[in-house]
């Protein structure tokens, strides 16, 4: 049993929980990718051990459920840390000076961009536009938008995040 | 004087972002403190970005603005009569109609986004929405398709072909079942008008999708919206809830023969997405590669039947034009570009966000007026027009109109209509450098010019910045981006070469780097 230790993924992996997931979706056409956000809902991430049930429930091979997964950048193998903060590192944000803010953040965090931090807090992601190009630099922190990031706005709000 | 008060602050993503929900949090304690009856309406955005969160109050001559408003504002705010709409506080923008920059504009699509509640059907029904739907139901599948033919309307997802052509096309296919997709994969960097139209007038792309349904006789519509929207998401299942329990679609769509039902489904991060096959795929539950063409998605689209993928924008335009006729839309714009476009200036500018105007407005114009130049105050070097695959203007081509055929001409794109402004700390070289590692990272890997040609024309421009032989690996850039531009399958790898060859040709100083010392091994 895979032990999971995400707050947004509360639940750890239950089979008969994943088995009803997957039920309620899998009379959709096209029914894969909506099967699959559920299930990181639920979850944290996309549990190996939900790979065969997908496969039986929409007549697919393993390998075809796996190539889905792996293609899009959203599913998780492993649940992220506690909190998540994705950074957006496209063009308009980068007119903005991302790049320096984003370096800043990191090294005060001691981690890489894709990263979680040693004691599980916070994991930072690199993001590729959020469409809040006119309020850049523009980042999300646990799902909520946030834009016109100065180094301390963004400090503030990684601290918020994490006391709270 | 103290009846209910109805105040306006926007929902908008961007506007949350900038702390929006704060404020609206504010007027409610404020009014409970004042004794004060507020309605507070949760509006879209009215798209002036560095004026967010700006907030309305409704008066009996019309509407007052007031911003960039912050939390703390509130306070005195309301101590010079914010609930009665007094103008003396510094944030006061005066009568929202009178704002010069939404005054200058021509707003055909996003005419009711910011202005109504994105919730209500009857703001909808009241600001004009459903005329089109209705007289759509009139007048039949084909004297619509003739109404969007005559519009010259063409797809605002940049690829830019006639809207009427591909509907007519799905129109005399032959098939049980058909479908209509919104493409709402607005991944381009520097774009959100599919954002901001999804949160502030969700109705609109409802009527225009059913509107599309009832000419080329599809009942099913998916719109396939990124991940990274997560409000307008929300904001369009709501709207799409309430637009069946009130039979604007579902079984029979406003009491016609018709029927037409949609739902949203969501991406997940997957920028090819956007690429109409790959969305295609990726909504039949598979990995988001892209299919070769012929065939065509209006012959053998979603699931194998026909269908009508058309950008967000494009849709959202069609009541308006059923609603006003294709003949008045025509009337704008410039060219073989009709029409009016939603263009989204953002990145280093003063005053960014979403100006509707006829095509033919000069970027010049664009950047230099309505922009207000940059942000940061440097003067402007380069803008990207189109998104990440879009080509960097600088300002020697800032006469080029807003134009499709225009913009071509000078190996540039519309795109989807977004403005991205950098200023003169810009490096070009890491911008082409940029552009070929996002298109590697996101390249589905179908065709080798695009997965193999990305990897190696970062580790290209990579020497080049390192200032090792210059001339000659700038040689092979361009001999790369040949391959490219006219060997990828689709756009991402065969468009990645405009911003790659722009930078180099049009700022060729960052291209000429003095060799670094070698690091000892």
Known sequence: MTSVSNPHASVLWNEGRAATIIAEHAGMPGATLPILHALQEEFGCVPEAAKPMIAAALNLSRAEVHGVVSFYHDFRSAPAGRHVLKLCRAEACQSMGCGRLHEGALDKLGIAMGETTADGQLTVEAIYCLGLCATAPSALIDGRPVGRLTPERLDGIVREAILS | MTGTVRIFVPKDMAAIAVGADEVAGAIIGAAVKAGRDVKLVRNGSRGLFWLEPMIEVETAEGRVAYGPVAAEDIESLVASGLFDGDRSHRLCLGPTEDIAWLKSQTRLTFGRCGVVDPASLDDYRAHGGLEGLKRAIEIGPAEVIAEVTTSGLRGRGGAGFPTGIKWKTVADAKAEQKYIVCNADEGDSGTFADRMLMEGDPFCLIEGM??????????????????????????????????????????????????????????????????????????????????????????????????????????????VILARGGAFYRDFGMGRSRGTMPIQLAGNLKHGGLYETAFGI??????????????????????????????????????????????????????????????????????????????????????????????????????????????????????????????????????????????IRHFPEDFDRPALPAAAE
């Open chain 2, 210 to 319: 059913a509107i599309a349904g009832i000419a080329v006789g599809a009942t099913m519509g998916y719109v396939y919206c990124r991940s990274e929207y997560p409000h307008a998401i929300a904001a369009t299942n709501e709207a799409i809830a309430v637009a069946r329990r009130a039979g604007v679609i579902g079984a029979s769509v406003l009491g016609s023969p018709h029927a037409f039902d949609m739902e949203v489904r969501v991406g997940a991060g997957a920028y090819v997405c956007g690429e109409e096959t790959a969305l295609l795929e990726s909504l039949e539950g598979k990995r988001g590669m892209v299919r070769p063409k012929p065939p065509l998605p209006a012959h053998k689209g979603l699931f194998g039947k026909p269908t009508v993928i058309n950008n967000l924008i494009s849709l959202a335009t069609v009541p």
């Open chain 2, 362 to 503: 000069t970027l010049g114009a664009l950047v230099d007026e309505i922009g207000g130049g940059t942000a940061s105050g440097r003067p402007v070097r380069a803008v990207q027009v189109g998104g990440p695959l879009g080509a960097y203007f600088p300002r020697a081509l800032f006469d080029t109109p807003f134009d499709y055929e225009a913009f071509a001409a000078r190996d540039g794109l519309v795109g989807h209509g977004g403005v991205v402004v950098f200023d003169d700390s810009v490096d070009m070289a890491h911008q082409a450098r940029f552009a070929f590692e996002f298109c590697a990272l996101e390249s589905c890997g179908k065709c080798t010019p695009c997965r193999i040609g990305s990897t190696r024309g970062v580790e290209v421009i990579d020497r080049v910045i390192a200032g090792t032989a210059p001339t000659s690996n700038l040689t092979l850039v361009a001999d790369l981006c040949e391959t490219m531009k006219f060997g990828s399958l689709c756009a991402l790898g065969g468009f990645t070469p405009y911003p790659v060859m722009s930078a």
